[in-house]
């Protein structure tokens, strides 16, 4: 894997701007000072970084930039907490660069990384120095003698300021804090103007040659910056004088060489009520009683155990009980008194139940009669005006807790039908788990999958399915980490839980129901566990950061993460393969691969506990093929860091995360050709092109279109892709763009997921590679049109896939002399449209394979070609 430093890892389509800027570098080589100062500075907003400027005599100072920042701090919830305040650059005595700096006015915590140049940091740490005080404008001294660091700041509170201190000699251990005079804490931080707005920040004098690395990287970024923004609203200025392109590619079908049989597969997170509400067919909300406040931290004051329920008639009462649960797990019930038969509990569903006429639905329930003669439940499906659209009845209620099945037709097709549950009896009732599902679920399981968003998921033909998420399955602090047991047993056993995101898990849809979906669709089934720590964007526990799981209790960490193998895998005979059994499939669900971690912050803490969980995997389970994490990021410290972890280890696939404009994937579309072969595997579990607004249309589609040609060019390397996220319920929608969206009635796939469909449904698992040869070599032309040809073994076809990403049709002869063609006809898909499309569909017809001879590809198309063959010399 090359090294992911701005200098180390640069696209030969920048080469240009590099000779422009060593050419100026030379040109002026002889009136370059030796050395010069640099001023660091921030300005202490939210997401904002280390700033510099230079100065020949501390006077004029010349910023660089202005806005371009070379670390940033990762510390704190998401965006608007993530702040580098009153940073102090310096030289160490290792010969690093250093930064300290502080991270918000309540926090007892400094943070720290190093640099060799400036340009590329190591990892940040935040030691913990103070509880229940803050830590401000922190300084450093160096004692040569002890080999010493002093680290000494201020605290204050509403009424004083104290001064404060600790030591270290490596920025990993220190000692305990002590109280000093003020007076001997001394700020060494200038104030100077740049740019017309003072500043503050520590002043170095440096090597002329540091000066001009942190100009050139600032140059390039800038560069880089320009060009990936470029969008098809200026292909009208950009292409003006463009004549229709004529393309040869000839292909060479003696290199062709194996590439990932698993290539495009699918992801799935519980996000935009994507599970409950979602592609779990439960129909009623909050059935269990279990919303608490804490799910949404407080923000909808009437998130709690009543949420969607309301009482109708005045001649019964409810309250929230938990005495004598049916489950420790739900400890939550309606206990109900009723002094009159007529009153109804009410149940809203997910925005409404919706209902097709004719069709069966499943109803259940807990119930228990504490009080009063033994009576019935009436259950109705209702309309807002009380029309009745199908009803039932329960068998009488006991007094001990016990689960109640019933069934109901339904009369009319309803959007938005309310669940009435009517107690034929006076007295007091106690409910809980109050359920009811369509019988039409995916593959006629019992409490199963909505079938029209689960085909629609199968329908991508994937060759894997990654869950329960990414944020999800890490959690928002250690103890929202998604722990897989608690999903899987009888629904009533279960252990509901908050949803990262911001709402609330049934676990309904629990391990194994997502195994179960897997084998229905045909996928490989990865569950990504955390690697001992939360999200790094956690807003619980050391403000996010990574506390980790205690070290004392990894090892029982690591042993639920081999219980999980067992339970995929193991014989019936075994504690979790036997668990799995009595679900209903004796039979090992053969999981092979294993994703530990998810977009960490590659601190000391995660290489500690992620070391630990791959080395028992590697002991215990060597034919599971763990996939380890690189950060959020195509580059920057996690990106290297993680994968300086994965190969030091033999970790055999990393999972890298990157969301780009469409214009970063139209340059770097040779991303992957560098990439060392040795090393280990790529898994690009989540990608999207994001234009302004986050539309999904024709734009962002073909230019994942272009790039996917790029991976299946580089199919050996890259193993696993999943565009992400993957589902989106109308009017709960926190993330955009999405594979598909959704509503109770509806669902509707995107341009993007007709892309991902193409791919999905016309993969191959060899690459045939070809030279292409253009009537116009504009870079900008070239990098727009792009060809992926692969070798179906199974079916024994071709698959030619064709992208043309500009305002005119270009001309495409693809010679397949060599191709071994056992049909004189093809299967044409085109998908085609103006950009901003967002409800483009492929058309698909038979044309001659001779017309690849002459080709036309519209403008802003991506056209598909299946032909049978009767071979292929490999």
């Not at 060494?188 to 520590?202: V, Y």
């Not at 959007?415 to 369509?438: K, N, R, V, W």
Request: glycine share 8%; with cysteine.
């Amino acid at each position: 894997m090359k090294n992911s430093c701005l200098f180390q890892k640069q696209k030969k389509h920048f080469l240009g701007l590099l000779l422009f800027v060593c050419f100026s570098a030379f040109s002026t080589f002889a009136n370059n000072p030796n050395e010069a100062y640099i001023f660091s500075y921030t300005s202490g907003k939210s997401f904002d970084g280390l700033h510099f400027a230079w100065s020949i005599d501390k006077i004029n100072w010349h910023p660089i930039g202005p806005e371009y920042h070379y670390i940033h701090s990762d510390y704190g919830r998401w965006g608007s907490e993530k702040r580098m305040v009153s940073p102090i650059l310096f030289l160490g005595a290792d010969g690093l660069w250093h930064c300290i700096w502080s991270l918000n006015e309540k926090d007892g915590t400094f943070a720290h990384a190093s640099s060799q140049d400036l340009l590329y940091w190591g990892r940040q740490s935040y030691p913990v120095v103070m509880i229940n005080k803050n830590c401000l404008t922190p300084e450093v001294t160096y004692n040569k003698e002890k080999g010493e660091y002093t680290i000494s700041w201020l605290s204050k509170d509403q009424t004083e300021t104290k001064a404060w201190c600790t030591t270290t000699k490596d920025f990993k251990k220190y000692s305990e804090t002590k109280n000093i005079p003020v007076t001997e804490y001394k700020n060494s931080r200038s104030t100077i103007l740049i740019a017309g707005k003072q500043e503050t920040g520590s002043i170095n004098k440096v090597a002329w040659s540091i000066v001009d690395g942190l100009i050139k990287t600032q140059q390039l970024s800038a560069y880089k910056t320009q060009l990936w923004a470029e969008t098809t609203k200026t292909d009208t200025e950009r292409f003006a004088d463009l004549k229709p392109v004529e393309a040869k590619f000839t292909l060479d079908v003696t290199k062709s060489k194996k590439i990932s049989n698993t290539l495009l597969g699918i992801f799935f997170e519980d996000i935009n009520y994507a599970a409950d509400g979602g592609l779990y067919a439960e129909l009623v909300q909050n059935r269990d009683f279990e919303y608490t406040i804490s799910d949404t931290k407080g923000r909808d004051v009437t998130w709690n155990s009543t949420k969607a329920w309301s009482l109708k008639g005045e001649t019964a009462s409810y309250t929230i009980d938990s005495i004598n649960p049916i489950h420790p797990n739900n400890k939550h019930y309606a206990k109900l008194a009723i002094k009159k038969t007529g009153a109804a509990l009410v149940n809203e569903g997910f925005d409404g139940i919706a209902v097709k006429a004719g069709e069966k639905y499943d109803f259940s329930i807990f119930a228990r009669a504490t009080h009063g003669k033994a009576g019935k439940l009436l259950i109705r499906l209702v309309g807002k005006n009380g029309e009745i659209y199908g009803e039932t009845t329960t068998q009488s209620i006991t007094t001990n807790w016990k689960k109640y099945n019933a069934a109901l037709t339904v009369k009319t097709t309803m959007a938005d039908a309310g669940l009435e549950i009517i107690p034929q009896m006076t007295g007091t009732l106690d409910l809980d788990l109050i359920s009811l599902f369509p019988q039409k679920t995916f593959k006629g399981h019992k409490s199963g999958l909505r079938a029209d968003l689960a085909q629609t998921l199968a329908d991508l033909k994937p060759k894997f399915m990654r869950f329960p998420g990414g944020c999800v399955a890490h959690g928002d602090g250690i103890g929202n980490i998604y722990n897989w047991k608690n999903t899987i047993g009888p629904l009533e056993a279960r252990k509901p839980m908050r949803n990262l995101w911001g709402y609330h898990q049934t676990v309904g849809l629990g391990y194994f129901e997502y195994f179960q979906f897997c084998e229905d669709a045909g996928a490989e089934p990865l569950p990504v566990i955390a690697a001992g720590v939360p999200c790094q964007n956690s807003s619980t526990g050391s403000a996010g950061q990574q506390g980790g799981v205690p070290m004392c209790d990894m090892e029982n960490y690591v042993q639920d993460i081999l219980d999980l193998v067992e339970y995929a895998n193991g014989d019936a005979t075994t504690k979790w393969g036997g668990k799995r059994a009595e679900a209903g499939h004796p039979k090992p669900f053969n999981l092979k691969y294993v994703g530990i971690g998810n977009e960490d912050l590659i601190t000391d803490i995660f290489e500690e506990r992620f070391t630990m969980i791959f080395k028992a995997m590697k002991e215990k389970h060597p034919e599971i093929t763990v996939i380890g994490t690189v950060g959020p990021s195509f580059e920057g410290t996690d990106y290297q860091e993680g994968w300086d972890i994965a190969s030091k280890l033999g970790v055999p696939m990393v999972d890298e995360h990157y969301y780009q404009s469409p214009g970063w994937f139209i340059y770097n579309q040779d991303y992957y050709d560098q990439y060392d072969r040795s090393k280990p595997k790529v898994y690009l579990g989540e990608y999207a092109a994001h234009l302004p607004g986050k539309p999904n249309n024709i734009e962002t589609a073909l230019a994942e279109a272009l790039y996917l040609t790029s991976l299946e060019r580089n199919g050996d390397v890259v193993s696993m892709t999943s565009y992400a996220p993957l589902l989106a319920k109308d009017k709960h929608t926190q993330w955009n763009p999405n594979l598909i969206y959704f509503s109770n009635t509806e669902v509707r796939p995107t341009v993007g997921y007709e892309v991902q469909k193409l791919y999905g449904q016309n993969a191959g698992d060899y690459y045939i590679p070809s030279e292409i040869n253009l009537s116009n070599n504009q870079e900008n032309v070239k990098t727009r049109i792009a060809m992926s040809v692969v070798k179906d073994t199974k079916s024994n076809d071709i698959i030619v896939k064709l992208v043309n990403l500009l305002p005119v049709a270009v001309t495409a002869s693809v010679d397949l002399k060599n191709g071994n063609l056992g049909s004189n006809e093809a299967i044409k898909t085109v998908l085609k449209g103006d950009p901003s499309d967002k409800k483009a569909k492929p058309i698909v017809s038979t044309s001659p394979v001779s017309e690849l001879m002459n080709a036309e590809l519209p403008a802003y198309s991506f056209t598909v070609y299946r032909i049978k063959t009767i071979g292929l010399n490999k």
